[in-house]
């Protein structure tokens, strides 16, 4: 074997392109999570831990907890911090986050920016785009494994959205199953107004045996019956000319 001192800078050249190759395929790799294309309500919601701020600090959250509590869970999935129609509806859910709670129901919102730029988000004012302090944790999805679980995570690398979150809105039960599901482009804001009175719409039903909501039910409006005896019941009363 002849040692050759020009052999050190080819050995070195070759590791470099090997490390570059797999760093490369690792980038590539964490865009390329399965997305659950099977999530539909009545199915279990994906499990997830992650770092959040609340109250000007980190925190650990758990949709495990929520489920251990017997509470209901409604996530919020958004694109950015510091962009436009996000704050309009972290904001709106946060002011009514006491109307939440006391229907036993949690607010978590998710995006795939980290937990620093999330408290720096709610140390600038809104007056200047930002979301101020709030009553509802900013979850960091910054592996990007929550967003892929629920369907919502922009994959395709030519979209200008690429690895971030589209407005995914999911209502979870304390059993862990998803009740309802919502994802809209990114343009059109969700109202908080509505997933209020879904919430309302589903523990009503749950606690109701034999008894639905008809369409735009409010809490105090009339029930349907679901069998076909006791629906003419409600059809008679609604729809008789």
């Known amino acids: 074997f002849v040692h050759s001192r020009n052999s050190h800078p080819n050995m070195l050249s070759q590791i470099l392109t090997v490390a570059l190759i797999a760093t490369a395929m690792v980038a590539t790799m964490a865009f390329e999570i399965p997305e659950n294309i099977h999530l539909k309500p009545r199915t279990q919601a994906p499990a997830f831990k992650a770092k959040a701020v609340l109250d000007d600090k980190f ?6 907890d929520n489920i251990a509590a017997k509470k209901w869970t409604v996530l919020l999935f958004y694109p950015f911090d510091y962009t436009f129609v996000c704050p ?27 937990h620093h730029t999330h408290l720096s988000w709610t140390r ?5 785009g930002g979301v ?18 629920y369907g919502v995570l922009v994959t395709d690398q030519d979209d200008e959205m690429f690895g971030a979150a589209l407005r995914g809105l999911f209502i979870i039960d304390p059993t862990g ?4 599901m919502q994802i809209n482009d990114d343009q059109v804001g969700r109202s908080v107004e509505e997933t209020l009175r879904l919430l309302k719409a589903f523990q009503f039903a ?10 735009s039910w409010t809490p105090g409006a009339d029930t349907i019956k679901t ?3 006791g629906s003419r019941e409600y059809f008679k009363s609604h729809y008789s000319s």
């Open 132 to 149: 101020g302090k709030l009553n509802i944790p900013l979850v960091a999805d910054t592996s990007k494994t929550i967003s892929a679980s």
């Open 177 to 180: 199953k998803i009740r309802t």
């Open 124 to 128: 600038t004012k809104r007056e200047d």
């Open 88 to 114: 309009t509806e972290i904001i709106s859910f946060s002011e009514k986050s006491t109307e939440f709670a006391a229907i036993n129901s949690q607010v978590f919102a998710i995006s795939t920016d980290s």
């Open 59 to 64: 925190i650990n959250i758990a949709l495990a």
């Open 227 to 229: 069998n076909p005896e």
């Open 206 to 215: 749950d606690s109701h045996e034999g008894e639905a909501c008809p369409a």
